[in-house]
């Protein structure tokens, strides 16, 4: 998905520098660019953290799941 998202904020580098604009008008454009790959990098970072944290709640789901069927075998 980063990769994907990445070619295509590529592309549209591309594309800006192929349009006929004022200097002026290029340079806004390429740094709208990039200010979404800042964006996209943070989402990325998020989306991380987020898979790290999911992980984190199904392992302790797990060792509640494995404490409650000991106790119930007792």
């Known amino acids: ?7 295509s904020l590529q592309n549209l580098e591309q594309l800006v520098n192929r349009t006929p604009l004022s200097r002026a008008e290029r340079e806004a454009l390429s740094g709208d660019v990039g200010v ?3 964006v996209l990098a943070e989402f990325v970072k998020a989306r991380k953290e987020l898979d790290q944290i999911k992980a984190r709640a199904d392992e302790m789901k797990k060792e509640i799941e ?7 075998g007792e």
């Open 36 to 38: 979404l790959e800042q």
């Open 66 to 72: 494995k404490k409650s069927k000991k106790k119930e």
């Open 1 to 7: 998905m980063e990769r994907n998202a990445h070619k």
